[in-house]
T-cell receptor, first 116, second 114 residues
Framework: AQKITQTQPGMFVQEKEAVTLDCTYD???????LFWYKQPSSGEMIFLIY??????QNATEGRYSLNFQKARKSANLVISASQLGDSAMYFC?????????????FGAGTRLFVKA | DTGVSQDPRHKITKRGQNVTFRCDPI?????LYWYRQTLGQGPEFLTY????????KSRLLSDRFSAERPKGSFSTLEIQRTEQGDSAMYLC????????????FGQGTRLTVV
């Protein structure tokens, strides 16, 4: 079964507008971490933001925020004030605790296109 | 320490040859991961280590693939008798030994099997 699901293969957003990239996950672990990475065309994986399963507040890092809804098992990434340089692939990832063997697994990704 | 480094960055090999990739993680990181990524897809988990112990190996990994991390430092990933389907980007990442700690990635090794 898919543990990380990203249902949007591609998304378009107008420059300076906000965009939400969806991510749902599946785990029976109580302790886990959720992460978002950006992969531009150059290929490097750039860490953006993380959320711990016990964190009550949504994580924020500059223009990135993570909309964490634990009961719904969703961890959507919100990018505010989109910039042309935000055009890239975005991956949601999860690291489970002991039951998941502490490994990090990734979703299939969403390609974001920012329009001028 | 400047981050995770992988060598080589690119490798072209003929079908049937063996190849070996190296990954040097961030020195204080206990965990080391190998992933495979094909065009337009997310990184696919292959295997990972805690120190020198290989804790899990994906069922996707055939017997032609083997990984080691002697002494819990650098790691090698070997592919024997390469096939065209092995062509992909092979990514290495490392992280501290905590659930909520991001993994840092290397630049990857792009393998092309001709």
């Amino acid at each position: 079964a898919q543990k990380i699901t990203q249902t949007q293969p591609g998304m378009f957003v107008q420059e300076k507008e906000a965009v939400t990239l969806d991510c749902t996950y599946d785990t029976s672990d109580q302790s886990y971490g959720l992460f978002w990475y950006k992969q531009p065309s150059s290929g490097e994986m750039i860490f953006l933001i993380y959320q711990g399963s016990y964190d009550e507040q949504n994580a924020t890092e500059g223009r990135y925020s993570l909309n964490f809804q634990k009961a719904r098992k969703s961890a959507n990434l919100v990018i505010s004030a989109s910039q042309l340089g935000d055009s890239a692939m975005y991956f949601c990832a999860m690291r489970e605790g002991r039951t998941g063997g502490f490994k990090t697994i990734f979703g299939a990704g969403t390609r974001l296109f920012v329009k001028a | 320490d400047t981050g995770v480094s992988q060598d080589p960055r690119h490798k072209i090999t003929k079908r049937g040859q063996n190849v070996t990739f190296r990954c040097d993680p961030i020195s204080e990181h206990n965990r080391l991961y190998w992933y495979r990524q094909t065009l337009g897809q997310g990184p696919e988990f292959l295997t990972y280590f805690q120190n020198e112990a290989q804790l899990e190996k994906s069922r996707l990994l055939s017997d032609r693939f083997s990984a080691e991390r002697p002494k819990g430092s650098f790691s090698t990933l070997e592919i024997q008798r390469t096939e065209q389907g092995d062509s992909a980007m092979y990514l290495c990442a490392s992280s501290p030994d905590r659930v909520v700690a991001e993994a840092f990635f290397g630049q990857g090794t792009r393998l092309t099997v001709v």
